[in-house]
């Protein structure tokens, strides 16, 4: 599904990098979602934020979905985005919901957030594909004990950053070596409708799809 820049469209998503946007470009033409929404790499979280606030006080939009890594503190994040929110009204729940959060506000757009990878565990957008990765799949084990034999080094990666290490060393094993997560989602490498990925489509839908008589009830 190719998804032009729309500005006008009144519900639009919030990504933190390329990737994000292409793995969700290709996860919403895997499921067929309409184009009821645009997705918009603000290129860093600081700059999601940012803008979430500067969407909200311009009034202009209907619905808002924010997708940003939890990282090494989820309660961290979860706090940062609450703070934001109520400021401006909203009443966020202590934590976030576990099938993503979704907020409505009688005079502002309806706010959705989604925490990478699963609104429950710290991680990143790689945390949330190793999930789609078969269960079936030999090299994903292979891949994890090929990286815990690597000598430390001064240019080996560091450990927070030991999920992209993984993905993208089983990644670059596959028919194809070396595709970029939204095109893996495409060929098939990863399982588009793991439940991960069927919990993160279904919040799109409520959040974008929905009617608002729905998303009240």
Known sequence: MARKTKPSLPQILLV?????LHVMLSLCAHHNLPETFEILDKEGVEN???TLE???AGQSRQ???IIVDADTDLKARWAAISSILSKWGYLPPEIPDQNGTILLHDRKPTI???LMPDNRLPGELEDFIAFLVPES???WNHAAHALALLPNSPGRFPDQDRSKAHIHTWLAWQYEPGKPLGQAITAR???ANAPDAQRLIAWLKNLFIQSPQALST
């Open 112 to 114: 959705g957030v989604w």
């Open 48 to 50: 999601v934020l940012e």
């Open 16 to 20: 933190e990098g390329k990737n994000d």
């Open 189 to 191: 490498y990863l399982d």
């Open 63 to 65: 619905r808002i979905g």
């Open 137 to 139: 799949d030999s090299l």
């Open 54 to 56: 500067a969407e909200i």
